[in-house]
């Protein structure tokens, strides 16, 4: 195959230059029970510029507490305005549409997030989650969504039905790439995307998504700080796909998802 300025890139010491990059799964400060590279903002932008990312959405999932989390990383946003985007983390166990609605407005309204983060860690990924269907928790959050056209990253909830459910909303399979026959099966919904911060990736598996569900759905992410970005970075560089192919995963993509919120 022939090569391309990523390609050639890869091995190199320098970051990576004249493409949006734009890492679309970070947390910061505290991770209990996980290793991290450094916590802290200024550190993980450390990293950031290392390799190349210009910027980075971040979500405080980790955090029992919502508000508490989001906080967090509005402050975040607050010091670093061009660099960090906020995701608003829902803990559907701390309330229905009233604290749901109330917590997103803070978030959206007042210190300007674009994005939202949920999280289901009791059932297996991405097996369960068919009682969201039926009874759904998270209800507000998806309308929330629905209606500013925001980004949800979602850690092991979408379905179908689901995203079928709220079509100007649009659904983020967190760590999809490690799922790809799951990220396959939304292959008719427009409006579910593919995380590739999985910690496990087989090769040609970015390949594989490209042709099945299309590189405009792709999304490079890399869970940092629990993670290497550039580890992650070199899948995307490496694979047998054009550049522009590259440049969308990379960062276009986010970027348009961003450019959508009302
Ligand atoms: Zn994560």
């Known amino acids: 195959m022939a090569t391309d300025r990523f390609i050639d890139m890869c091995g190199t010491d320098a970051p990576l230059a004249d493409c949006l990059v734009i890492d679309g799964h970070c947390h910061v400060d505290l991770w209990i029970g996980m290793y991290a ?7 993980i932008l450390e990293v950031c510029d290392a390799v190349g990312i210009d910027k980075i959405c971040v979500n405080y999932a980790a955090c029992p507490q919502m508000r508490l989390g989001n906080d967090r990383v509005a402050d975040c946003v607050r010091r670093y305005p061009d660099r960090v985007v906020g995701f608003c983390y829902i803990n559907y166990f701390e309330g229905g549409e009233e604290v749901q609605q109330a917590e997103l407005k803070r978030c959206f309204d007042e210190f300007g997030f674009k994005g939202i983060k949920v999280i289901n860690v009791n059932e297996s990924y991405p097996l369960a ?3 969201f269907e039926l009874d759904d928790p998270l209800q507000p959050t998806w309308e929330f969504a629905q209606q500013r056209g925001a980004p949800i990253l979602c850690h092991g909830i979408v379905t179908g039905e689901i995203a079928r459910r709220y079509p100007g909303a649009n659904f983020i399979v967190a760590h999809g790439s490690a799922v790809p026959d799951f990220c396959i099966s939304m292959a008719k919904l427009p409006n579910v995307y593919c995380d590739m911060s999985a910690t496990t990736m087989i090769a040609g598996t970015l390949e594989l998504l490209c042709d099945k569900i299309g590189p405009q759905r792709i999304l490079y992410g890399s869970d940092l700080p629990a993670s290497d970005p550039g580890q992650r970075l070199g ?15 990379l960062g276009r993509n986010m970027q348009r998802l961003l450019d959508n919120v009302r």
């Open 37 to 43: 590279i450094d916590r802290h903002i200024e550190g």
């Open 235 to 249: 899948m995307v560089m490496a694979a047998h796909i054009s550049e522009t192919d590259k440049e969308l995963i």
């Open 129 to 131: 989650c068919r009682y």
